[in-house]
């Protein structure tokens, strides 16, 4: 009686055994499968990546080009409001001319039309931060002015600016055109030892 408990006991055993490598076998096809999944879903992730960074590249490059476009336009068109000026300017000049060519015989209303358009062009110029350079005597300042002819006048101090020959500007502090000036200068001394040999 115990031998056959015993033996039916073994045989549970054995049945189970069989029931647990089957159950590991089971478990390693399960396995298998789901690693398939696996990689399935990290491929779909990558390719949803990889389709983000193209787009992504795509873009960056659109704005590039739209920023490179944007710049060009802003160079091309940057002068626009200061040239509608410059006309306004123009039709004024042109209307003067034209009463010139009506021999108008009143110069004196020719006259002031030009000084008017003087004057509005150097109000549109100073709101642009654009002013001349003090130049007539001054002391010469190479970052200034530039000398064109040199005078004798011993009355002044040397390098005093005697004459303006053209105005210089500066835009917003910064020299945009020198003064085109004529410097003073002292005789030189083999002149004033003549001059001096002739008083005696």
């Known amino acids: 009686m115990n031998k056959n408990h015993e033996n039916k ?9 069989k029931d647990s490598g089957s159950g590991l076998e089971t478990n390693e096809a399960k396995q298998e499968p789901c690693s398939q999944d696996i990689l399935k879903q990290k491929e779909q992730e990558y390719n949803a990546l990889w389709d983000k960074y193209l787009r992504s590249c795509a873009d960056l490059d659109n704005t590039r ?12 068109y940057a002068n626009e409001e200061i040239i509608l000026e410059l006309l ?6 042109e209307r003067t ?7 108008h015989e009143d110069v004196s209303i020719f006259s002031k039309g030009v000084e008017m358009i003087l004057a509005h062009l150097y109000e549109m110029l100073k709101e642009r ?35 303006e020959l053209q105005k210089g500007y500066l835009l917003n502090d910064r020299v945009i055109r020198t ?22």
């Open 179 to 200: 003064s085109k000036v004529k410097v003073s200068k002292h005789l030189s001394e083999d002149r004033e030892q003549k001059t001096d040999d002739r008083k005696i």
């Open 9 to 17: 006991h073994k045989e549970e055993a054995q049945i189970k055994e």
């Open 65 to 76: 080009k739209r920023l490179e476009k944007e710049k060009q336009d802003l160079i091309k």
């Open 129 to 163: 931060g654009v002013k001349p350079i003090e130049a007539e005597g001054k002391i010469f300042d190479p970052h200034f002015h530039e000398a064109l002819m040199q005078v004798e006048n011993p009355d002044l101090p040397e390098h005093t600016i005697v004459e």
């Open 88 to 93: 306004n300017i123009l039709d004024d000049l």
């Open 97 to 103: 001319i034209s009463l010139a060519d009506g021999k």
